[in-house]
């Protein structure tokens, strides 16, 4: 791949990459860790991440349990789950806390469906954006010693990066989708 084209591929890679990253934390009826992967708890006056605080694992499909490695810290994990936008209220026993996902209604499943396609609009955007970018700066190559065939080459690799981008977005709508809606 020219070195030229090889910018935009890596800006493009990590756009597709943020959104899978943002698809893993929506809750699909099923409990996932991800869904903590944004909260950070108060440890000794640092933000930190749940899962580096303490031991995360899913006991059953709608369950996510959290047992810290200080029973100090079970007050604050509490707070921090409490103050994010899981929506889910955690409850403790004093040894740990357990997260219990309600089973998601129909007409939830499609406002999530709904949030999932607006997001891969989002991310085809930012890839498409890329693609302008790169076009720009092939355009001003084209003022020095670069021949406009080599531009147009450029130009046609760079469409067809974007469209394999573009596709792989779309399955990746599809398939979030369908976990959703998956009863």
Known sequence: MNEKL???????????????ADYASIRAGRANPHVL??????????????QQVGNVTVPEPR??????????L?????????????????SNDGISIRLV???LTEERRKELVKDV????????VAIR???????EAFKKLGKGDVSEDEIKQLEDELQKMTD????????????????????
């Open 74 to 90: 079970i007050k604050n994990i509490e707070k921090a789950i409490m103050a994010s936008d899981v929506g889910i209220t955690p």
């Open 129 to 135: 954006n890329i693609r302008r970018d790169g076009n």
């Open 63 to 72: 369950i996510i349990q959290i047992a810290p490695w200080e029973k100090s």
């Open 164 to 183: 394999k981008f573009i596709k792989d977005i779309d399955k990746l709508i599809d398939e979030k989708s369908k976990e959703i809606l998956k009863v």
């Open 101 to 103: 996902f309600p089973e």
């Open 117 to 124: 396609k607006k997001k891969g609009e989002d991310g085809k």
């Open 6 to 20: 090889q910018i935009y591929d890596a800006k493009m890679k990590k756009a597709f990459e943020f959104l899978e």
């Open 37 to 50: 992967d944004k909260i950070r708890v108060d440890y000794y006056g640092t933000p930190t991440p749940i």
